[in-house]
Each structure stands twice: as structure tokens, then as C-alpha cells.
């Protein structure tokens, strides 16, 4: 018995998902012995457990996600950031690389700032704290943010992270992508604007097989002209 | 005022127990999280959905579930003697109905603090605008992705003539006997909205709760099919990989630093070739 099979089908809120053998996964719901799809979605089995994967829907945080937020408060100890989804996320002063003193923080990130951070935990009244004392995690300066659905983004980043890898080399752009569907670039105008066309190919469409290859072509189609 | 003939037909051809045409797009407002746009018969809905967002006002917030609020509003233009823009009684009233409908199905509890918006725009009128924005809002939340137990749709059915009929337009809305809008979930049964304006016997009740229990059943279908048709599309590409497996090591990328294979797994190969080859 493998681990998963793919089904690859539109489930939509309240379409039968199975009726019996299998357990209630994620995006599901239980109602007189039968498993029933509670959003819209792809059906998904895995090791007897029924899943759907939400096609929509806004990002919901889950500890450990890489985000780009954007600061949207500022309070003597702490900074709230928006991170694209229901709720804001408070960035506290000891989770922040560098020392702040008790309300200094304007002076190292202000209002719109946008910054790489980590979300640390979240509660059971999904009360998110975000951090970005770990590697790699700051500021990002200049560039700028390409909005996608989070469910794209996986899309985005390919297999081993193929399909990011393409579109970094051939518009030369530094790109960061957050799991929250916000992703962020800088490189000169005309690159970025080649790279923001490709992922918005892949966020809208998903439409064919051999995405990849479409983006490859655009990307080669390009970059061919201007040599 | 004789809206039935001898024949049981009605003013504008149908038969007693049926619908008016309907139509229903799904997606339609690129801006909105969800959005369907809804025609039946010379009705004309627009519904978005916005959330779960951040509650405000602040003190409606619930800390145990998300709160939906809906605004229903009718467009000036919807009606032939220009509607007055802003909210009457009849619109706060109905928009209060539809959020209590809506709140029964949503699995509110996943997203507390925040709150669900839908709005519900009629664009034309002509009778049963209440249940035309309902079933646009289940399609539209449907849209948005939020979990819900199941798509309402809603209808209604009342008495013209002394003879219970089914989906009432505007003529018969304003010279029948009886108007009984009900929304409900088709496959339990339950009911999640009825009112009645007018006079019915038990037995004409009984009547037309089943016709209209019955035309429920088919704008379910007609609803599901909008939804299906928007996602077809994106149905041809496999993206459940994604939810699971953290993809925390290609998040973070940079020119310099090289790639971390940490949770790769192997079904990540379906990424680029949608044919998968798992038995059943």
C-alpha cells in the first residue's frame, strides 16, 4: 500500500468523501458515519486518511511557515506585521536581531517596512507570534512584493525548488518567496517585471500540463529578444 | 388579478411548479476572496465575500469563532421607481437572516476573531431577491474557501389564484396570497431560513415547503455546477503536495545560499508531470 494516491478531484463543501473505510483528514468533516468535504477543493488520500486541499482560502499561519509581512503598527515594544492573512502578528523586541531599547523601535523598522520573519507559534485562539531572530531572516530593502494565492505558492518554488531556480537565473532577479503568497524581488525594472509576468502565469494558470515548460518558453522567449 | 389560466400555466408560461431560468457564474470579482454573480429569471445578484479578516468593528468580535456579517442592498437602479441607496428595514432585516443562515453552516469556530464579510448587491429585481443573494453568498463563500458543511440554496414558493405555485416573480409576488422564501440543506433537510407573508392552509404549507424543498435540490445542483466549471481549469494540475510537507528550505533563497534538501519527498515529482502513476 503506497502512502498516497492522488485523485486529482474537485471536492466541493459537502460532497461525500468516503463512507467508511478511511479516517477524517484536513478540510474534512464527520456527520453520520460518512466523511464529507467541508471546502472547496482537491481530494487527497494519504496512509487512510482523507484529506481536501483547499484551492482558496487566505493564509492561516502554522509555526515554522517563512513570511514576508509588512509593518503595519508600531508600539514601544513591539511592532505589529501584517502577514496576509486574518491576523496580524506581533513582532516582540527580544525576537528581533538587534538590541532595541524600550521605545526605540521606530528607528529600526517603521510603518510599511517590509521584512523576511519566521512565525514562532501560534495559539489555540490563533494568536501568532512572528520572529526574526534566525538566519537569514531581515529587512528587505527596495525591490518589490508580488501578491499570489498561498495555495500557489509550491507551484512557484517547483520540484527542489526547479521552477524559482529558473526564473532566478534567467532574469537575474534575488526573489524570496513566503509561504504566505507574498513574494519579493529586486533586480533591475525590466527583470522584474519578467519575473513578476511568470509567476503570474503560474498563479493564474494551472490551467495545462507542463507548466514548467510554458514558463520556460516565456522566460526564453524573453530574454532571447533582447540579446 | 388573474395570473393563472385555465390551463395551470402562468404569466409568463411556466408551469405551477417551476423554476425560473437560473444561471450562476462563480468567481467573478477578481478583488473579492470569493464572489458569484447569480440570475434567476430577471433577477440579477452580485455576491462577495471577503474573510476571515480582522473583525471591525472591534466589538462585534467573538473570541470563539468567526463572526458573517452580510449586508444585503438593493441597487437604485434594481427597481423601476428608484430605490432609495442605503439600508431600509426590509434590507437590514434580510441581511440579518442571511448571516444567521450562513453562520449555521460555516465552520465558524476554525477562524476566531475574525470576521466573514459578505455582501449581497441586487442588481435587478423581480421577486425572491433574498433567496437569489443566498444562494449566491453559499456559492461565493464557497469560492473564498471557507469550510462550510454544505451549499445552501434557497427558493421560494407561495400561493397565486388560490393554487400553490413555485418561484414567485414580481406580479405574483405583489397580487398573490402567500410568499414562502425558504433555504435549506439539501441533503439533511434542514431548514436555515423560511418566512411567510400571506395566508396558507396547513396543507397548502405542507405543499409548498415540498415544492420548494424539491427546486432547493435543483438549484443545489445548478450551484455545485458553477463552482465546478470555475475549477475545472485549475483541476487539470495536482496541487495537494503542497498543504503538508513544509517547504521551509526553498522558502528562503538567495544568490548565495545553497539549497537544503530537508523534506523533499518523492511525490514532489508530480509537480512537473501530472500523469501520476499511483495505483488506486
Known amino acids: 500500500m503506497n502512502n498516497e494516491s492522488f485523485t486529482r478531484e474537485l471536492v466541493l463543501p459537502g460532497d461525500v468523501l468516503d463512507a467508511g473505510t478511511m479516517k477524517p483528514g484536513e478540510g474534512t468533516y464527520v456527520d453520520d458515519g460518512k466523511i464529507f468535504a467541508a471546502m472547496l477543493g482537491i481530494k487527497s488520500v494519504k496512509s487512510n486518511f482523507v484529506n481536501v486541499i483547499p484551492l482558496g482560502g487566505r493564509y492561516i499561519p502554522a509555526p515554522g511557515d517563512m513570511i514576508i509581512g509588512k509593518v503595519m503598527d508600531i508600539g514601544p515594544s513591539n511592532w505589529l506585521i501584517d502577514i496576509f492573512s486574518p491576523y496580524p502578528a506581533p513582532l516582540h523586541v527580544n525576537e528581533v536581531p538587534w538590541r532595541v531599547e524600550f521605545g526605540d523601535t521606530a528607528r529600526y523598522l517603521g510603518v510599511g517596512d517590509t521584512l523576511l520573519a519566521k512565525v514562532l507559534m501560534v495559539d489555540e485562539t490563533k494568536r501568532v507570534q512572528v520572529t526574526m531572530k534566525e538566519q537569514g531572516l531581515r529587512k528587505l530593502q527596495g525591490g518589490q512584493i508580488v501578491e499570489i494565492a498561498h495555495s500557489k505558492v509550491p507551484r512557484v518554488i517547483g520540484k527542489n525548488g526547479s521552477m524559482i531556480q529558473m526564473i532566478k537565473t534567467y532574469t537575474n532577479c534575488r526573489i524570496f518567496i513566503g509561504q504566505n503568497g507574498r513574494i519579493w524581488m529586486d533586480g533591475n525594472m525590466e527583470d522584474m517585471d519578467h519575473a513578476v509576468q511568470a509567476i503570474k502565469m503560474i498563479d493564474e494558470g494551472a490551467q495545462t500540463l507542463k507548466l514548467t515548460e510554458r514558463v520556460k518558453e516565456f522566460l526564453e522567449s524573453v530574454y532571447r529578444k533582447e540579446e | 388579478m388573474k395570473l393563472i389560466d385555465e390551463n395551470g400555466i402562468r404569466t409568463d408560461g411556466r408551469k405551477v411548479d417551476e423554476l425560473r431560468p437560473i444561471k450562476i457564474e462563480a468567481g467573478v470579482l477578481k478583488n473579492a476572496d470569493g464572489s458569484a454573480y447569480v440570475e434567476v429569471g430577471k433577477n440579477k445578484v452580485l455576491a462577495a465575500v471577503y474573510g476571515p479578516r480582522e473583525c471591525h468593528p472591534r466589538h462585534m468580535q467573538n473570541p470563539a469563532k468567526a463572526i458573517i456579517q452580510c449586508r444585503y442592498n438593493m ?89 400553490v405555485v413555485l418561484d414567485l416573480n414580481k406580479e405574483e409576488d405583489n397580487y398573490g396570497q402567500a410568499d414562502l422564501p425558504i433555504a435549506m440543506i439539501p441533503r439533511t433537510g434542514e431548514v436555515l431560513l423560511m418566512q411567510m407573508d400571506g395566508h396558507l392552509t396547513k396543507d397548502e404549507f405542507d405543499q409548498a415547503l415540498e415544492m420548494g424543498v424539491k427546486a432547493c435540490k435543483e438549484i443545489y445542483e445548478v450551484q455545485k455546477d458553477a463552482l465546478r466549471r470555475r475549477y475545472a481549469v485549475v483541476n487539470g494540475e495536482s496541487e495537494e503536495d503542497s498543504k503538508e510537507e513544509p517547504m521551509e528550505d526553498s522558502n528562503v533563497e538567495s544568490k548565495e545560499e545553497p539549497m537544503e534538501d530537508s523534506k523533499e519527498e518523492p511525490m514532489e515529482n508530480s509537480k512537473e508531470e501530472p500523469e501520476m502513476t499511483e495505483e488506486d
Open chain 2, 75 to 163: 441597487i437604485s437602479f434594481s427597481v423601476s421607481d428608484r430605490k432609495r441607496p442605503g439600508p431600509d428595514r426590509r434590507s437590514v432585516e434580510i441581511s440579518k437572516l442571511i448571516s444567521e443562515a450562513l453562520d449555521y453552516v460555516v465552520f465558524t469556530e476554525n477562524y476566531p476573531r475574525t470576521s466573514i464579510d459578505v455582501y449581497i448587491e441586487v442588481l435587478q429585481a423581480n421577486a425572491g431577491t433574498r433567496c437569489a443573494g443566498l444562494t449566491a453568498a453559499a456559492v461565493a463563500l464557497a469560492d473564498a474557501g471557507i469550510p462550510m458543511r454544505d451549499i445552501v440554496p434557497s427558493v421560494a414558493a407561495g400561493k397565486v389564484n388560490d393554487t
